[in-house]
C-alpha cells in the first residue's frame, strides 16, 4: 500500500477555469513520491495514513520565478541606475567573477534564499562562464529546487576576456551551451537548461539564430529580456533596423515555451505575437520601478508569470513584486497577480505545479495566518480578501515552510516558525483514531 501524508489546514489554490479551490479546513494527500493524490475539504477524505496539521495556517502552492539572475543576487538594492549603466558598471563585472569556488557559494546562497522566500520553482540566469553554469546546476540539484537554467549568451560586448580575443566566437558560444545542454537537460525532470541569449544588444543574429536551433534540437526553452528601457529599445532597433520583438521573430526565438522578460515598450500587436507563438512575459516590476524602466502594460494575448529580476529587483520576494505591480498600476488585481506567482508562472516555464491538484507535485508554502490575518481579523473571510490580504500584508516571515515534491526544504525562523514545526511533529494516523 502506498505511503501517504496529508497536509491539514486552510488550502488556498488557483484552479484551470479562473476561479479558486478555497478550503478554509482542507487537505492535501502526498504519496511517497512526492506527488499529490488528493485535495479537497478535510471532510470529505477517503485515504488513510499520517496527517501533518498545519492549522489555522494557509496551505498554498509554491511559488513561481519566471525571471531572475543568479550571480546578480550581491548587487539587490544599489546602484538604482539606468539599464545599460547599470549593467555595465556593476553588473558585468560582478557576473565576469562568478566562477569557481565564488559561484559555487554564491549560487547555494541564491537557492537558499530562494526557498525561504517560499519559491519553488524559478527560470534563472547563471553567469556566461560554462563552469559557473555548473555551478549553478550543483547547487540547483542539491536545494530540491525546479529550475530552468542557462548562461547569459552574449557574442558582443561579452565580459569574457577569453572571447574578446577569440577567433570564432559566435560558434564557441553556441557549442559551449550545447554541452551544458547535454549535460543537465532533463526534460521531464527538475533542472532544465534554457538556451538564454542575453538581449538583443549583446548578440548577433547568428548566435540568436544557433540559440533557437539548439533548443529545438534539444527541446529546451529559450529565454531572454524584450523592450526592457527605452534607450535599449531605440538602440536595438536602430542597430537591427526593426522593432525589438521582429528582431527576435526573425531569428527563431519567438517559439512555443520561450520567456521574454519585461516586454515594457510592445505594442498591443506583439502581445498578441507573443501569446499566438505560445510565448510568454516574465512581469517584473520591481525591478522596472527600482531601475526606473517604464511601466509594463498588461495586455491580452501572452500568458504572464512574475518575475524578481535579482539582482535588479531588491528582492526575491514575490510579494514585494505582486505589490510593486499594483504600485505602478501594472496590475491592480491581487487574485491576477497570485495566479501570475503560481499557476500561470509554471505553465510559463513548462512545469508541473503552481498548483493544489491531484497528479501535481506537491510544491506549496505554508503561510502564518497571524501574519496573513491582522489581530481582530476573521476566522473566516470570502475568498478575495483572504487573497488581498496574502498579497498585501505578507513578506518572508509568513513563509513558515516550503516543500518541493513533498519534502520540506526550508522552514523559517522566529516564532511563527516554531509552531509551524511544533504543528508538523504533532502527526496522528486516521487509521489508529
Ligand atoms: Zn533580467
Known amino acids: 500500500m502506498t505511503k501517504l501524508t496529508a497536509y491539514r489546514g486552510h488550502i488556498l489554490s488557483a484552479r484551470a477555469d479562473g476561479e479558486w479551490d478555497d478550503w478554509p479546513d482542507g487537505l492535501v494527500s502526498v504519496d511517497a513520491a512526492g506527488t499529490i493524490c488528493a485535495a479537497g475539504p478535510w471532510k470529505l477524505r477517503r485515504e488513510t495514513g499520517r496527517v501533518v496539521d498545519l492549522r489555522p495556517h494557509v496551505i498554498l502552492p509554491g511559488f513561481v520565478d519566471t525571471h531572475a539572475h543568479i550571480p546578480q543576487m550581491p548587487a539587490c538594492g544599489a546602484h538604482g541606475e539606468s539599464l545599460l549603466r547599470w549593467l555595465r558598471t556593476w553588473i558585468y563585472p560582478l557576473e565576469a567573477a562568478f566562477r569557481g569556488e565564488r559561484a559555487r557559494a554564491g549560487a547555494e546562497a541564491f537557492f537558499r534564499e530562494m526557498l525561504a522566500e517560499g519559491i519553488t520553482t524559478a527560470a534563472l540566469y547563471a553567469s556566461a562562464w560554462p563552469d559557473g553554469v555548473d ?211 509554471a505553465a510559463a516555464l513548462g512545469f508541473p505545479g503552481g498548483c493544489l491538484e491531484a497528479g501535481q507535485p506537491a510544491d506549496f508554502v505554508v503561510l502564518d495566518r497571524g501574519i496573513v490575518v491582522p489581530p481582530g481579523g476573521p476566522d473566516l473571510e470570502n475568498t478575495r480578501d483572504l487573497i488581498s490580504r496574502i498579497v498585501h500584508r505578507c513578506n518572508r516571515a509568513a513563509v513558515s515552510a516550503t516543500y518541493v515534491d513533498g519534502e520540506l526544504r526550508a522552514g523559517a525562523t522566529g516564532p511563527v516558525a516554531g509552531r509551524t514545526r511544533s504543528c508538523l511533529r504533532a502527526t496522528r494516523t486516521w487509521a489508529s483514531r
Open 135 to 345: 555551478a549553478c546546476f550543483a547547487a540547483a540539484k542539491k536545494a530540491g529546487v525546479r529550475a530552468l537554467i542557462g548562461p547569459p549568451l552574449m557574442d558582443v560586448e561579452s565580459y569574457r576576456d577569453d572571447l574578446r580575443r577569440a577567433r570564432r566566437r559566435t560558434e564557441r558560444v553556441l557549442s559551449e551551451a550545447a554541452v551544458l545542454c547535454r549535460t543537465w537537460h532533463q526534460p521531464r525532470g527538475r533542472l532544465r537548461f534554457a538556451f538564454t541569449p542575453r538581449f538583443a544588444l549583446s548578440c548577433t543574429p547568428e548566435l540568436m539564430a544557433g540559440a533557437a536551433e539548439l533548443a529545438a534540437r534539444y527541446d529546451a526553452p529559450v529565454q531572454t529580456h524584450l523592450a526592457e528601457n527605452r534607450e535599449e529599445t531605440r538602440l536595438v532597433e536602430k542597430r537591427f533596423g526593426s522593432r525589438y520583438l521582429e528582431v527576435y521573430r526573425r531569428c527563431g526565438l519567438v517559439r512555443p515555451g520561450a520567456i521574454f522578460a519585461h516586454a515594457i515598450w510592445l505594442d498591443d500587436g506583439e502581445w498578441r505575437a507573443l501569446g499566438d507563438a505560445g510565448a510568454s512575459v516574465a512581469h517584473c516590476p520591481s525591478s522596472n520601478l527600482f531601475l526606473r524602466s517604464g511601466t509594463m502594460r498588461w495586455r491580452a494575448g501572452a500568458r504572464v508569470g512574475l518575475g524578481s529580476d535579482v539582482g535588479a529587483g531588491p528582492s526575491l520576494s514575490p510579494f514585494d513584486v505582486m505589490r510593486a505591480s499594483i504600485a505602478t498600476g501594472a496590475c491592480t488585481d491581487p487574485a491576477a497577480l497570485l495566479r501570475a506567482a503560481t499557476r500561470e508562472g
